[in-house]
């Protein structure tokens, strides 16, 4: 990672965002960007302009607007692909990570003397846990590092040639630690597994190259990154795509259907049954070419200088309660003793202060913890000192409330 730009670069950015005002026009301090992030003017308009004058079904149309929006929609999945740096007969459109995640669960198979074993982590968000169990793999669960990041020395020390998968967070969505995505591929590799990696919380906060992380998928969805919801992607090794059965049936995955028997289209249209989210998917292209300008080591240090200031601020203190590791990625989670969250997220909230407060979809982190929920701050491309300001005055003001 380069040097960290002076925070000026991406200050002032707020202006791009209509989400981030009050109904009566006052600044929002939108602190919930890990939940979902708001969306850039670029996007909101290529959405329109999709939905409204460009708009028509893709891969069937015999007339010119269905050609255009066919040809829109193939350039939304190859800006996508480069985007974390694949190609784009290796990305899968879905629903988002959850959907993505659900995919490999149910169509990778076991290689030849594997089982369908997987080993995930005790920080995993409820969708890189329950769609394994519902698939009916075994889950083994890597512990995690006194400072909140997944222990990979003891990863190590799980695997066995049994595990045909390992599917860690890249980021954590509560912690914010970040994994060290190359060693975990080594380790997966080394016990012949694939290594599966939910990038929802880093694909919008640091660059993610594919070939660099050497992983064998990655999943993400498109609200997270600046996009529109109801999108998102699997990038698949194309050999393991190829090697994998589709996962749901209708139009557009198929070759050629008959009542005895059906053949299916090549990866990736073999797993985009029906018409597929056009407009979401030119919309997520759209929010890729604003933050590829932006650009990701720049968002990245960004988000660290505000995620550095935050924690020195709660640090300084008393009664306050810091989770994850210093160098967390765009996220800080806390407690404040004797003041519940849902009660924090309340009053910060009189103030226009909108934070996260519960288990963030990752029950067995809390139990770990030894909490049931936590408040969260996490911050985006669009994120200030004055975020981090407001946040710190409301603090104070819930801590004076509760004596
Ligand atoms: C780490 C992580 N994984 C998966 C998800 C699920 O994303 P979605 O609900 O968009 O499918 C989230 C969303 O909060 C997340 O933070």
């Known amino acids: 990672m380069s040097e960290a730009p002076t925070l000026s670069r991406l200050d002032n950015r707020r202006a791009d965002f209509p989400g981030l005002v009050t109904a009566t026009g006052t600044p929002w301090y939108y602190l919930d960007s890990a939940a979902t992030a708001q969306k850039p003017q670029a996007v ?40 974390v740096g694949g190609r784009e007969e290796e990305i899968v459109f879905t629903r988002g990570a959850t959907e993505a995640i659900n995919l490999v669960a149910y ?34 669960v890597c512990p995690l590092t006194e400072d909140g990041r997944i222990d990979l020395d003891a990863a190590e020390a799980m695997l066995t040639r049994d595990h045909a998968m390992v599917s860690f967070a890249h980021v954590s969505n509560v912690l914010g630690s970040v994994l060290d995505a190359r060693r975990a591929a080594d380790l997966a590799h080394a016990v012949g597994a694939k290594l599966l990696l939910d990038g929802c919380q880093s ?68 797993f985009e049954a029906g018409t597929p989210a056009i407009v979401e998917a030119i919309g997520l292209a759209a929010a890729c070419d604003y933050v ?23 640090g300084a203190m008393n ?41 963030h979809c990752a029950q067995p982190l809390m139990a770990h913890l030894g909490v049931t929920a936590t408040a969260r701050a996490s911050f985006g491309i669009y994120s200030d000192m004055d975020d981090v300001a407001a946040l710190i005055r409301g603090i104070e003001r819930t801590k004076r409330i509760f004596g």
């Open 292 to 314: 590829g300008k932006a650009g990701l080591e720049a968002i990245h240090a960004h988000e660290a200088r505000l995620v550095k200031s935050t924690r020195e601020a709660l």
């Open 44 to 83: 909101i308009d290529a959405v329109t302009r999709a939905i409204g004058v460009d708009y028509a079904t893709v891969h069937r149309g015999v007339y010119g607007r269905s050609a255009e929006m066919t040809l829109g929609y193939e350039a939304a999945r190859r800006r996508v692909a480069a985007f």
């Open 107 to 140: 169509s990778y198979p076991g290689t030849v003397g594997h089982g369908r074993r997987v080993l995930l982590s005790q920080l995993e968000h409820h969708s890189n846990i329950v769609p394994w169990q519902l698939a009916g793999w075994e889950v083994d």
């Open 319 to 359: 009664d306050v309660t810091l989770f994850g590791p210093e160098d967390s990625a765009g996220i800080v989670s806390f407690a404040i003793h004797g003041v519940h969250p849902h009660d924090l997220g309340t009053i910060l909230d009189e103030e226009d202060v909108a934070i996260r407060a519960g288990h």
């Open 203 to 270: 694909v919008a906060r640091m660059p993610v190259d594919v070939a660099a992380l050497d992983c064998d998928f990655y999943a993400f969805s498109g609200h997270k990154l600046y996009g529109p919801t109801g999108i998102g992607a699997l990038w698949g090794r194309a050999d393991l795509l190829d090697a994998m059965p589709p996962w749901q049936g209708g139009g557009a995955m198929i070759a050629a259907v008959g009542f005895d028997r059906s053949t299916y289209a090549p990866a990736p249209q073999r």
